[in-house]
């Protein structure tokens, strides 16, 4: 294993000197062990790009290294804001013009996908690309029964290629897990291992075919975006088929202001699509570059989104996505002590951390960019200052968070491209605000409880055995608990524990049948006969799944 990362270090070197990038990588203390790896090649003394310009020169080496680095350069390409004009534009290049492949390639793929000819499958079908990126290229086509199609093709060979890089990145992330002090905090391996999942997942297309369908189900009759239809039947791991859909790719600025589209809609629009998935929908969109993003602009003053490439979708675990939302109100109102509370109490900084003085550090950042459009916002400055104070107050990274993170990143820059006079703060806090009212609205418990309620009553049904036999044990003195000894120190609080546990049960069996006598005998107070039940199952519940410490 370690040969072939070896090896694909000395390739990765290879291009960067051949496209004239050395210097930037020589810079970089992760690849400083294989410093030598340059100064003893000779494709440093003789290798070198010529002509072109940075841009170019970086575009072509990113490129050259294949899809996980295409796709880092897609990333930086979303924010003009963050890095030269001119390298962004030719990095806008790396969303959907990279060098394609063969029409013929594409062709056999499909044909033994299906295991049956080209002609069978498609009335007509054109072997130049629609667009080609990292991970796949898509045709247009038509279908024997007459839709208009496009079908995705993966790239061949792609699960060697990413497996590899991943294996490189991991073996940079162990070095710098090593030897880097901030390693602790910025967490580089559990990163990579996310982005694993992450990008092996992009790789199966009828996974992505799912993704496209949850969320049209999601948008269905929305004015704010548009899914395209999968043909489910066209489907396989490695080929998928989409309605095709018509509109105006969201970097061709010119031809939406020729077409009188309204910027200021679509920007807001944009910010209400992404906190509607992130939170009313839990399932958002994490690739939202330029190049997945079209413009129908049939209604010029009411524009809509339409949408492509369903490869990397993100959720939320309930935990998460409570501080998320809890963060974003607090920032939003200025309140940034409910901020720092929520950060410790979130474990995302030390248990030990003083409120005041974090809470002092967030508004020192924050508060200068309130009020401001996003023409006049350095985001980059702020993230610059966000992390030092992450550093100064040991704050560690999470890495589920990351797709999300870079999802508004790329969304920020595109409502930066759109509309720079758009104000985030006052188009974000409503939506959130109507979010969290709704998701606290007696409906809404309601409808939880009514899905929770088939596994409450199955736990219901096996109270009455469990108590029994505690009960049981209980009484004769066979009732225990397993405990492992780590020292005298802990013996006697263990033992308080125990008693109590085993006092516990006994309360619960009395609670139970003192509900089951008031539910009988006493109609009137039923309510009171089902409050006990309750507190019986909840101490049962304690005692029959919450572990000792010491267990």
Request: aromatic share 10%; proline share 5%; with cysteine.
């Given at each position: 294993?370690?040969?072939?990362?070896?090896?694909?270090l000395?390739?990765?070197?290879?291009a960067?000197?051949?496209?004239?990038?050395?210097?930037?990588?020589?810079?970089?203390?992760l690849?400083r062990?294989?410093r030598?790896?340059?100064?003893l090649?000779?494709?440093?003394?003789?290798?070198?790009s010529?002509?072109?310009?940075?841009g170019?020169?970086?575009?072509?080496?990113?490129?050259?290294?294949?899809?996980?680095f295409?796709?880092?350069?897609?990333?930086?390409?979303t924010?003009?804001?963050?890095i030269?004009?001119?390298?962004?534009d030719?990095?806008?290049?790396?969303?959907d013009?990279?060098?394609?492949?063969?029409?013929?390639?594409?062709?056999a793929?499909?044909?033994?996908?299906?295991?049956?000819?080209?002609?069978d499958?498609?009335a007509?079908?054109?072997?130049?690309?629609l667009?080609?990126?990292?991970?796949?290229?898509?045709?247009a086509?038509?279908?024997?029964?007459?839709?208009?199609v496009?079908?995705?093709?993966?790239?061949?060979?792609?699960?060697?290629v990413?497996?590899?890089?991943?294996?490189?990145?991991?073996?940079?992330?162990g070095?710098?897990?090593?030897?880097?002090?901030?390693?602790?905090?910025l967490?580089?391996i559990?990163?990579v291992?996310?982005?694993?999942?992450?990008?092996?997942?992009e790789l199966?297309?009828?996974?992505?075919?799912?993704?496209?369908?949850?969320?049209?189900?999601?948008?269905?009759?929305?004015?704010?975006?548009?899914v395209?239809?999968?043909?489910?039947?066209?489907?396989r791991?490695?080929?998928?088929?989409?309605?095709?859909i018509?509109?105006?790719?969201?970097?061709h600025?010119?031809?939406?202001?020729?077409?009188?589209?309204?910027?200021?809609?679509?920007?807001?629009n944009?910010?209400?699509?992404?906190f509607?998935q992130?939170f009313?929908?839990?399932?958002f969109?994490?690739?939202?570059h330029?190049?997945n993003?079209?413009?129908?602009?049939?209604?010029?003053?009411?524009?809509?989104?339409a949408?492509?490439?369903?490869?990397?979708?993100g959720t939320?675990?309930?935990?998460?996505?409570?501080?998320?939302?809890?963060?974003?109100?607090?920032?939003?109102e200025?309140?940034y002590?409910?901020?720092?509370?929520?950060?410790v109490?979130?474990?995302?900084?030390p248990?030990?951390?003083?409120?005041?003085?974090?809470?002092?550090?967030?508004?020192?950042?924050?508060e200068?960019?309130?009020?401001?459009?996003?023409?006049?916002?350095?985001?980059?400055?702020?993230?610059l200052?966000?992390?030092?104070?992450?550093?100064?107050?040991d704050?560690?990274i999470?890495?589920?968070?990351?797709?999300?993170?870079?999802?508004?990143?790329?969304?920020?820059?595109l409502?930066r491209?759109?509309?720079?006079?758009?104000?985030?703060?006052?188009?974000?806090?409503?939506?959130?605000?109507?979010?969290?009212r709704?998701?606290?609205s007696?409906?809404?418990?309601?409808r939880?409880?009514r899905?929770q309620?088939?596994?409450?009553?199955?736990?219901?049904k096996?109270?009455p055995?469990?108590?029994q036999?505690?009960?049981?044990?209980?009484?004769e003195?066979r009732?225990?608990?397993?405990v492992?000894?780590?020292?005298?120190?802990?013996?006697r609080?263990d033992?308080?524990?125990?008693n109590?546990?085993?006092?516990?049960?006994i309360?619960?069996?009395v609670?139970?049948?003192?509900?089951?006598?008031?539910?009988?005998?006493?109609?009137?107070?039923q309510?009171?006969?089902?409050?006990?039940?309750?507190?019986?199952?909840?101490?049962?519940?304690?005692?029959?799944?919450?572990?000792?410490?010491?267990?």
């Amino acid at each position: 294993m370690q040969i072939r990362v070896a090896a694909r270090l000395l390739q990765i070197q290879r291009a960067l000197v051949r496209h004239g990038l050395d210097d930037f990588i020589r810079a970089t203390h992760l690849y400083r062990p294989f410093r030598f790896l340059f100064y003893l090649s000779p494709w440093t003394w003789f290798q070198r790009s010529a002509g072109e310009t940075r841009g170019e020169r970086l575009r072509l080496a990113l490129e050259e290294l294949g899809p996980i680095f295409i796709k880092f350069g897609q990333a930086l390409s979303t924010r003009r804001d963050m890095i030269p004009v001119d390298i962004a534009d030719e990095l806008a290049k790396l969303q959907d013009r990279v060098p394609p492949f063969g029409g013929g390639i594409a062709v056999a793929t499909i044909e033994a996908a299906f295991g049956a000819r080209l002609g069978d499958i498609f009335a007509a079908f054109d072997v130049t690309p629609l667009a080609a990126a990292s991970i796949a290229q898509v045709h247009a086509a038509t279908l024997n029964t007459g839709e208009d199609v496009v079908v995705k093709v993966l790239r061949p060979g792609m699960h060697d290629v990413i497996d590899l890089d991943l294996t490189v990145l991991e073996t940079l992330a162990g070095l710098a897990d090593q030897y880097w002090r901030e390693a602790r905090r910025l967490r580089p391996i559990e990163i990579v291992q996310e982005y694993r999942k992450t990008i092996l997942d992009e790789l199966d297309l009828m996974r992505e075919a799912a993704n496209a369908a949850q969320l049209k189900r999601n948008f269905a009759g929305s004015s704010l975006l548009y899914v395209p239809a999968v043909y489910w039947d066209y489907c396989r791991v490695n080929v998928m088929v989409m309605e095709r859909i018509h509109g105006i790719i969201i970097s061709h600025m010119d031809e939406l202001r020729a077409r009188g589209a309204n910027f200021a809609k679509l920007a807001e629009n944009g910010v209400e699509i992404f906190f509607t998935q992130v939170f009313r929908h839990n399932f958002f969109h994490a690739d939202m570059h330029p190049g997945n993003i079209f413009v129908q602009v049939e209604d010029p003053a009411n524009p809509r989104y339409a949408a492509v490439d369903f490869g990397i979708v993100g959720t939320l675990q309930p935990r998460d996505q409570h501080y998320l939302a809890g963060n974003f109100m607090a920032f939003f109102e200025r309140d940034y002590g409910r901020v720092a509370a929520l950060h410790v109490e979130s474990g995302w900084v030390p248990a030990g951390t003083r409120v005041d003085e974090l809470e002092s550090a967030v508004r020192t950042v924050c508060e200068p960019i309130f009020n401001k459009p996003l023409k006049e916002i350095s985001f980059a400055q702020v993230l610059l200052r966000l992390f030092e104070v992450a550093r100064r107050f040991d704050m560690t990274i999470q890495p589920q968070l990351i797709l999300l993170q870079k999802t508004l990143v790329n969304v920020e820059g595109l409502g930066r491209e759109l509309y720079p006079e758009l104000d985030i703060f006052k188009t974000a806090q409503p939506i959130l605000r109507s979010w969290m009212r709704e998701r606290m609205s007696p409906r809404t418990i309601l409808r939880r409880m009514r899905t929770q309620l088939p596994d409450a009553i199955e736990a219901l049904k096996q109270v009455p055995q469990v108590l029994q036999i505690a009960i049981r044990e209980a009484a004769e003195g066979r009732l225990t608990i397993q405990v492992k000894d780590r020292g005298n120190h802990k013996l006697r609080e263990d033992m308080r524990r125990a008693n109590i546990r085993r006092d516990s049960v006994i309360v619960a069996g009395v609670l139970w049948l003192s509900g089951l006598i008031c539910l009988a005998l006493f109609p009137r107070y039923q309510w009171f006969g089902w409050v006990q039940m309750l507190a019986s199952i909840a101490l049962v519940i304690r005692y029959r799944y919450v572990r000792s410490p010491l267990e």
